[in-house]
């Protein structure tokens, strides 16, 4: 079989054409509003997703198979374990394999160059559920969680575009995959997003290059959370440690110290703020408890959001 690139694939949100973004947030909303009211919605019978699994996976994983069970679709999960993976079967050839039983890959892995492999050589769309660059299935549903606590209409039938460009944002923490998709979603619908990052834990600079070169928006780079934080309304975090750096966890705590959102960086923040994280937490590290568990948090909302906005993902590239 020939290298073949699919016509369809999300491995970032530039894989989406103008207004993608906003339409998968409409739809998602959409199908959330039949889940609720358990009315059927199996847009998408007999198909089948493939997931490659090489980190490991709670939400990702729930999500991407109740979604295609939703769909009237089936999910295949292959992990590292209990597959040729572990033995170290080249990642092209199973993107072949698998593209000839399924109608769409998801994998989750570690070098994004490994999910570029998987897209290079699969005839099929291939969605990145995750790598060390990228993690755009996880800023999707957060941007959803924003329009559903900010937009007026809830945005089943209004402009989810205006309702998130008509907030601020915040990014607490390391600069990683979920700092990188933020910047990315940023540049591309012209959000205004402040990163607080440590020092040696900036975000990718080609990725913050690229979202700064559409000139929409504005992105900046600080090292002082609370000014980050200050007047904000949409305050994020994620694990100081990510999967594959726990050798690094000792330093990063030192490197981090003060970075936690906590009540008195929350008072900094717009009185209406809310707190999102993509789970798992390290309460008191990233994220204290009473944060997590108070007011401002959308966390459990924004966890749900990953199902809704992965079916509208889904019936866009499974064909």
């Known amino acids: 079989m020939s290298e073949t690139r699919p016509t369809k694939r999300f491995l970032a949100f530039d894989d989406l054409p103008a207004g993608g973004i906003e339409a998968l947030i409409r739809r998602a909303e959409e199908l959330r509003a039949l889940r609720v009211a358990r009315t059927p919605h199996a847009t998408r019978p007999g198909r089948v997703l493939g997931m490659v699994f090489e980190k490991a996976s709670t939400r990702t994983r729930a999500s991407f198979e109740i979604a295609m069970y939703d769909l009237g679709g089936h999910a295949l999960y292959l992990g590292m374990q209990g597959s040729q993976l572990e033995r170290g079967e080249p990642l092209k050839d199973t993107a072949r394999v698998l593209s000839g039983y399924c109608h769409g890959i998801m994998v989750r892995t570690f070098g994004h160059d490994r999910a570029e492999e998987m897209s290079r050589f699969a005839t099929v769309p ?8 990228m993690h755009p299935c996880q800023v999707l549903a957060d941007l959803q969680t924003v329009v559903q606590r900010f937009g007026a209409t809830g945005g089943t039938t209004g402009d989810p575009g205006r309702t998130l460009r008509s907030v601020s944002y915040a990014w607490i923490g ?39 070169a559409g000139k929409r928006g504005r992105i900046t780079v600080v090292r002082d959370p609370a000014e980050a934080a200050a007047g904000r309304q949409v305050i994020s975090t994620d694990v100081f ?79």
């Open 126 to 133: 291939v969605i990145n559920g995750l790598t060390d660059l």
């Open 174 to 212: 390391d600069g990683n995959n979920m700092a990188n998709s933020w910047i990315e979603a940023a540049g591309i619908l012209g959000l205004d997003l402040a990163l607080a990052c440590p020092a040696g834990h900036d975000p990718d600079p080609g990725v913050l290059a690229r979202a700064r």
């Open 241 to 319: 440690a990510s999967m594959g750096q726990e050798a690094e966890i000792e330093a990063r705590r030192a490197a981090f110290a003060g970075y936690a959102i906590d009540t008195a960086l929350m008072r900094s923040a717009h009185p209406d703020a809310i707190v999102l994280h993509c789970l798992p937490a390290h309460r008191g590290e990233e994220i204290t408890d009473e944060v997590i568990e108070g007011p401002a948090s959308a966390v459990w909302q924004q966890a749900e959001n990953r199902l809704h906005a992965q079916k509208a993902l889904l019936e866009l590239l499974l064909p």
